[in-house]
């Protein structure tokens, strides 16, 4: 009895000390570190590199998953729509590659140019960038808005309501706060719930 109750003990204060001393999820309305990852090119990436956005629609995708792979064209046309209007697409592999191979660094490379990326790809190779912002699932979403204090997180979750037919969305919630922000407008919606595949984490 006495060693069960030592291990329950330990148990308790190791949970403790965990939820103690974890850093906690980014909400809607913190501020963001700045973060410095690893590009497809091999160059280095963080916010701090363009001083001339508005934000961020900061995405936390991969190559394996159906989800992120359904959501990948959607995910190249907000690029396209919301870079030339101050909001670029900076896409995070989060994954554990040893667990899931398909998302290796080499096979982002080649992923990237196979579907001719023009947003950054980048590798969370310790996944301290994915734990920060508290991202669990591929594809989830972060939408970054330029404030006086930095980047101040404005939304969070899904990037619209149908994770398998683009033409059938009724709410393109990323799309809606970025179009929200750029008009001065409060966001409509600021977080739903992120649908995909979980991240694998090292272990």
């Known amino acids: 009895m006495k060693t069960m109750g030592k291990s329950i003990l330990m148990l308790a204060f190791g949970f403790f000390f965990f939820t103690s001393f974890a850093p906690p999820a980014y909400k809607v309305g913190d501020s963001v570190k700045d973060f410095k990852l690893k590009n497809v090119d091999g160059k280095y990436v963080s916010l701090a590199d363009n001083k001339d956005v508005k ?4 995405i936390f995708t991969c190559n394996h998953c159906p989800y992120a792979k359904a959501y990948e064209q959607r995910i190249m046309d907000l690029d396209k729509t919301f ?7 900076v ?7 040893a667990a899931v191979p398909d998302d290796s660094y080499e096979n982002m490379i080649k992923r990237s140019k196979e579907k001719g990326y023009t947003f950054p790809y980048l590798i969370d190779e310790t996944q301290q960038v994915a734990r920060d912002f508290g991202a669990t699932r591929t594809p989830h979403v972060f939408v970054l808005n330029k404030t006086d204090k930095g980047y101040e997180v404005a939304y969070i979750g899904a990037i619209d309501d149908n994770t398998e037919d683009a033409g059938a969305v009724k709410n393109h919630y990323v799309e809606d706060a970025v179009n929200a922000l750029l008009a001065g ?13 979980t ?4 272990s």
């Open 185 to 197: 407008r409060k966001v409509p919606v600021t977080e739903t719930k992120a649908i995909g595949c």
């Open 55 to 58: 934000g961020y629609i900061i």
């Open 199 to 202: 991240i694998k984490w090292k």
């Open 91 to 97: 896409a995070i592999s989060p994954n554990d590659p």
């Open 83 to 89: 870079r030339p209007k101050g909001f670029p697409v």
